[in-house]
T-cell receptor, first 114, second 113 residues
């Protein structure tokens, strides 16, 4: 089915481990985004990508790495997970720049770091 | 810098109206509105572009005043299905030809029978 999918839906890991969250979209949207959602903070942008091989930092990029070798995939990696990175992570895509196009969100990944 | 949404939370009875406000400190080019139900992903409601236009979605409408850097979401004759957290996403120029959404912290709306 067309859309945007995230995997895994739930993940528990330990501090210091590397973990990768996957995001795949079938619309061929140019823009993709990673957000984290925490109580009291709303949605905060981690990284975004305007096209394959083009990525840029958002509001809270520290501790995260992204890549975009293909238009449809935008994985997010926590190289050495910390407890403060426990959160719900949402991936989103948009047809073009965000000025006039909506963002479509995946179902999210609930990440717990022990 | 996150935009400021008010109120933070509101409880309505079915059929009542509500207004959610969103203020930004940056010059804006558009404003997005999304609704998120508990445990689900945010869902797009509408985008307002420069020009002060109002848009509508069911009985939900919004306005955008770019001079005041503010937007308001109007919920008329609320229904139980309107319950959720509403986020505004003012869209400002972030340099190098790109625009960036910065979401507010959200307004939790609860509609009760």
């Amino acid at each position: 089915d067309a859309g945007i999918t995230q995997s895994p839906r739930y993940k528990i890991t330990e501090t210091g481990r590397q973990v990768t969250l996957m995001c795949h979209q079938t619309w061929s949207h140019s823009y993709m985004f990673w957000y984290r959602q925490d109580l009291g903070h709303g949605l905060r942008l981690i990284y975004y990508s305007a096209a394959a091989d083009i990525t840029d930092k958002g509001e809270v990029p520290d501790g995260y790495v992204v890549s975009r070798s293909k238009t449809e995939n935008f994985p997010l990696t926590l190289e050495s997970a910390t407890r403060s990175q426990t959160s719900v992570y949402f991936c989103a895509s948009s047809e073009s720049g965000t000025m006039s196009q909506p963002q479509h969100f995946g179902d999210g990944t609930r990440l717990s770091i022990l | 810098q996150q935009p400021v949404q008010s109120p933070q939370a509101v409880i309505l009875r079915e059929g009542e109206d509500a207004v959610i406000n969103c203020s930004s400190s940056k010059a804006l080019y558009s404003v997005h509105w999304y609704r998120q139900k508990h445990g689900e992903a945010p869902v797009f409601l509408m985008i307002l572009l420069k020009g002060g236009e109002q848009k509508g979605h069911e009985k939900i409408s919004a306005s955008f005043n770019e001079k005041k850097q503010q937007s308001s979401l109007y919920l008329t004759a609320s229904q139980l299905s309107y319950s959720g957290t509403y986020f505004c996403g003012p869209n400002a120029y972030s340099g190098a030809g790109s625009y960036q959404l910065t979401f507010g912290k959200g307004t939790k709306l609860s509609v009760i029978p």
